[in-house]
């Protein structure tokens, strides 16, 4: 059999993205202009919200977050141990304390019955973790902040109109997804979408948050808030500030530097015209790979069905039986044929920056489980179907040894 190279998930790139990003460069406008505008409208309309604000990451929006919701020392934000650290470090960042929660058992999600006893009176945010691209069940983390807003103590009148603890999506995988005939991005009270460049859709670096209309909150004044934050505080962006006589400004606060340029809106102005194309391919893959590893001792994840569509962004698999020595060979001898594989997630309290938070992984059990024999197969747009096929023989021939 010929050795293929099968990278794990290089960006799709065509001669579309290169004209957007000539266009801007030839443009004179390559910081936050009106492509990082038109960009956000579009993601406004893809989730069927009112607003969306485009940043340099999807770990900026979720900082951004907490920060305009007034979360910060003293608060607890409830997130899962099974996921990447961009998920905790937020809550560290703007001086909150991380709570975190193991899986189920036969779950990627967090365990909805220990959300539920872990909201205290200095809750004010729950991270969920749209892993994979599949939306989780936030009817049930509904249910529960609901249950508990007798514990919710706002710290200010935003966190007020709420009055229970508030949603977050951490979806930075699972833009374009769908749950119960809503949008990712219409469903949590806040959604963080990651374009970094291994995403389904890429900016090569940058994110995107999206928020629910409350009554009681003006999403005009909000997103100011998030532009705000985003550009040191400063109250007009340069391209306000292009306008004529328009240059004088002030500085509201000596806030952060974290906006998208017209640059990175260009690439992803061309992404989203081929967006559902991508999808339809996505879909395809992972039905391939379903059928080509049926029958076999592994689980994999549920990526579509009748109220629920995936972005379908990673492809994971659980080796049954097996453990991490016997997982880490599997890796090798698929790199061996010129596969590239990878590992989601290495649970959070087995990091050194959460274990000298005084995390245990011991503590984690249903997360350690969940990541001692996974295994994730390339899944992307790059692959053909020959390259789809060379990757299910060499997996089953090697995992059937």
Known sequence: MKLHNIPFSPPDMTEAEIVEVSDALRSGWITTGPRTKEFEKLISMCCQTDKAVCLNSATACMELALRVMGVGPGDEVIVPAYTYTATA??????????????????????????????????????????????????????????????LFTPSNDLQKTYGRVIV???????FGAMWHGKMCGEIADFTSFSFHAVKNLTTAEGGALTWKTREGIDNDILYKQFQLLSLHGQNKDAFAKTKLGAWEYDIIAPYYKCNMTDIMAGIGLAQLKRYPEMLHRRRQIIERYNEGLKGLNVAVLDHYGDDHSSSGHLYLVRLLGKDVAERNIVIEQMAERGIACNVHYKPLPMMLAYKNLGLDIKDYPMAYDLYRNEVTLPLHTCLSDEDVEYVITNFVDIISK
């Not at 977050?168 to 699972?174: G, L, Q, T, V, W």
């Open 168 to 174: 977050m999506a951490d979806a930075a995988h699972a």
């Open 89 to 150: 470090s937020v809550v560290c960042h703007v001086g909150a304390t991380p709570v975190m929660i193991d899986s189920t058992e036969k779950s990627v999600e967090m365990d909805y019955y220990n959300l539920a006893e872990a909201i205290t009176e200095r809750t004010k945010f729950v991270i969920a973790v749209d892993l994979g691209g599949i939306i989780c069940d936030y009817d049930k983390i509904f249910a529960v902040v609901e249950s508990k807003k007798h």
